[in-house]
């Protein structure tokens, strides 16, 4: 699945061969931003149009649009894991933080 972006923002679309046309979704915030079109020469302009909308609303109402990410993770994990992890990253000098983000980003790439 290849993702759109615009102004911050990360877009997926899914063929529905029912219909025959192209849904689309912002995935990443948690208002629910949804565009649509017949074509794949006009989706992207839809997905633009649908997150102009979306940040234009929230001008109107006085209201923060949501953010993509804001890069702070609330994670729970099993205590012994969190244990295991922390005394690794002490013996390779680093945070758990440090640590976390390193292992992360080499799963991601």
Known sequence: MNALTYRGYT?????????????????????GITFQSASAADIEQEFHRSVD?????CQERGRTP????????AL???????RQASVLAR????????WIV????????
Do not use: C, W
């Open 11 to 31: 877009g997926v679309v899914e063929y529905d061969a029912e219909s025959g046309t192209l849904h689309g979704e912002v995935i990443d915030l948690r208002d």
């Open 53 to 57: 909308e979306y940040l234009k609303v």
């Open 66 to 73: 949501d953010k993509p990410f804001s890069g702070k993770l």
């Open 76 to 82: 729970r994990l099993p205590a012994e894991l969190h």
């Open 91 to 98: 013996q390779m000098g680093k945070s758990l933080n440090q």
């Open 102 to 109: 390193e292992a992360i980003t080499e799963r991601v790439s």
